[in-house]
């Protein structure tokens, strides 16, 4: 049972372009959180997809804005990159069960965005 | 807005000793719950333990232990007989209750924690 898979590995890119990263859920999972982790901070919040819609947000522009496919991966999009930008973005999957078990994220291995 | 806090940016241990790391959080909600996560240099998070704040048996999982302080807010983690395979970035997380399927699952995260396990 694969877990949950994020692509690329690394990126590269300069000032002013845009970016989209994809993260497939563990198998059974339909809830997709994006998190930011710049260097040496823990993770922030980006944004939660549920049924494919955006259910929660972070303290984050515009310029970041996801998706949910009906087979639950998702993409994260963002804009207009700044310096500020670069970081590790993780992607987490939960699936519903309900209980404690119900309640563990798993995380995927991230995506190392650098900004030039 | 809840706050997690982690004052020790850095810490070692022997091999084999224990250590603990320190964690504590602001809320107002009642029904949440806790996690350390583990962040080795291949960047995956590993969930190390998790804590319902209804529970007041601390949890425990085989060398990983908590010492959960509702009142005072604090959620410590203690790792006995440290190995090298330890050696990673800990961070200390809170996630309010959810009570649906469509319920937020957004963690709020501590800095983080570096261990080191010396040989």
Redesign the interface.
Known sequence: DAGVTQSPTHLIKTRGQQVTLRCSPKSGHDTVSWYQQALGQGPQFIFQYYEEEERQRGNFPDRFSGHQFPNYSSELNVNALLLGDSALYLCASRGYWGGAAGNEQFFGPGTRLTVL | AQT?TQSQPEMSVQEAETVTLSCTYDTSESDY?LFW?KQPP??????VI?Q?AYKQQNATENRFSVNFQKAAKSFSLKISDSQLGDAAMY?C?Y?RE?YS??G?????????TKLSVIP
């Open positions: 997690v719950y996560y291949s960047r995956q998070m590993i969930l998790r319902e961070f997380a996630r959810a399927g469509a937020s699952y957004q963690l709020t995260f501590g800095k983080g």
